[in-house]
């Protein structure tokens, strides 16, 4: 296959965080080096975007369509049924975010046919965003950005977009996570939307001990009954492994990334979806992994070496054991079939592919769910796994395919092993994919039955912060020696 990166990144956002922080990495072109006393204190924040071919093109080719998907996952029939996301609201949360995004989706709509947005409203509550400059950086953020609010607006047309822009703040040491926490915390003590949709992630095991936790401020606000926001997050792009903070290196023992890791977020998978001109399968679904040299390109997945085994995974025991395991449902990201963005401060179209293309398309559907049951979801873990175990029609399992990647490193071939897919439940994953056709009045009719019993019991709404304990996992190899390690977005 042959792929290009979209321009990779030095380092955009950097905060002092103590001993050790976050990670992650671009795909072909990768930021260098920090100094060792910067690796130690402050993290750069940056997207993973992923753009298949040698560079935009003038003309939309290589990827699919808007059509193609939404028939893959089978929205026509709720669309005209009038379920299109109206009165909802989806938030997307990007650095920096894209100078010509308004242009951008009026041409990705008007090329294909699609109505506009009910609106489009940008903000920046944790400040003023600099003025555009073509760096890398800048670039790969604005690709990650058009295809998080082109593509969620794909699965829910007549939803409200808030496109939450965050600034780069290098030299105040005072950005990255905790900017980007502040922002979701401001969305959503304001109401601003029911679903937030996240493409960034940092590696597990460079957070310093206890320094995560204390990150999580914006996630435990959206669990509560008063505002009841779904929170959705990319699982990675690295199959069973991630980047260290060098970018240059990737572990060599399986880890996942937080925030897709955190039992309050739902973690969004890879699938390779091999679909014909009209968006029917010629194959089924399997779990993303490509193979080309260019270093491991897999669904993220595998054990929390952080959180221990949240309630709702009690069900799948055998597989986490006593760990929080991830992804939670999976969705279209393979780069050998990607999807079409059209930015043109880039130049025009190109195929893009990621977790970052699964994650706003699942953000969609639970848009739709929250037009169904008529009031934001909350999180919805425990109900994807009741539904997955229950064999309810709008799961679909997903059986084929693993997220073990092998890659060349220090002059040897290196393999992490990943696991397998398979039902009702994987590390590769997660519970399946979905039929959004059944899968979002089942999932809204499972949150309004939740939302009346506790109602006729005299609790607030909302599912149980039980539900998704965060109780520490068990301790591990990776537990002890954290390294500091850049966020990276992961499209």
């Given amino acids: 296959m042959a792929v290009a990166v979209a321009a990779a990144v030095a380092a955009t956002t950097a905060f002092a965080v103590g001993a050790g922080s976050t990670a992650g990495g671009a795909r072909a072109r990768r930021p260098g080096a920090a100094t060792a006393a910067a690796a130690a204190a402050r993290v750069s924040v940056f997207p993973m975007v992923r753009v298949v071919g040698s560079g935009p093109t003038a003309r939309p080719t290589g990827g699919y369509s808007p059509a193609q998907i939404r028939a893959a996952y089978f ?19 990007d650095s920096f975010g894209s100078p010509t995004i308004r242009h951008d989706l009026t041409v990705f709509d008007r090329t294909f046919k699609l109505s506009p947005p009910a609106s489009l409203q940008i903000i920046q509550p944790a400040g003023r965003v600099p003025r555009f400059r073509p760096t890398n950086s800048r670039i790969s953020w604005a690709e990650e950005t058009t295809l998080d609010v082109e593509w969620a607006h794909v699965m829910a047309p007549a939803a409200r977009i808030v496109l939450v822009e965050t600034p780069t703040a290098e030299n105040e040491g005072a950005s990255g996570f905790p900017q980007i926490m502040s922002a979701e915390k401001y969305v959503i003590a304001h109401h601003l939307g029911g679903v937030i949709s996240q493409s960034f992630g940092a590696t597990e095991q460079t957070f310093a001990k206890g320094k995560l936790r204390s990150l999580r401020g914006a996630y435990l606000m959206a669990a509560q009954p008063s505002h009841d926001v779904t929170v959705v997050s990319a699982s990675g792009d690295a199959g069973a492994t991630d980047y260290k903070y060098s970018m240059r290196s990737y572990y060599t023992y399986p880890v996942t990334s937080w925030p897709a890791s ?12 091999r679909l014909n001109r009209s968006g029917q399968r010629l194959a089924p679904d399997q779990v993303w992994n490509d193979q080309d040299g260019q270093g491991p390109e897999a669904g993220g997945g595998g054990k929390s070496v952080i959180f221990g085994r949240p309630a709702f995974q009690d069900g799948v025991a055998s597989v986490v054991g006593a760990h929080r395991g991830v992804p939670d449902v999976s969705m279209s990201a393979a780069c050998d079939h990607p999807v079409l963005i059209y930015a043109s401060f880039a130049g025009g179209w190109s195929p893009i592919c990621g977790t970052s293309e699964a994650t706003p398309l699942f953000a969609g559907v639970i848009a739709l769910a929250d037009q169904v049951a008529g009031h934001p979801l909350g999180p919805i873990n425990g109900y994807l796994y009741k539904m997955a175990l229950a064999k309810e029609r709008g799961i679909v ?65 909302g599912p149980p912060l039980a539900a998704a304990s965060a109780r520490p996992a068990p301790a591990s190899p990776g537990d002890t020696a954290p390294e500091s390690c850049p966020p990276r977005g992961l499209a």
């Fill in 75 to 93: 929205v026509g029939s709720l669309f005209r049924a009038g379920i299109t996301g109206k009165g909802q609201s989806i938030v997307i949360v």
């Fill in 262 to 273: 955190d039992p309050l977020v739902t973690s969004v998978g890879g699938l390779e979806l």
């Fill in 397 to 461: 399992a997903v059986t084929l395919g693993n997220n073990t990647v092998t890659f060349f490193q220090d002059g040897k071939t290196v393999t992490v092993q990943g696991w397998p897919a398979g039902s009702p439940y994987s590390l590769a994953a997660g519970v399946g994919t979905i039929d959004a056709r059944w899968f979002v009045p089942e999932l809204a009719a499972l949150a309004t039955s939740h939302s009346h019993a506790r109602q006729a019991a005299g609790l607030a709404s």
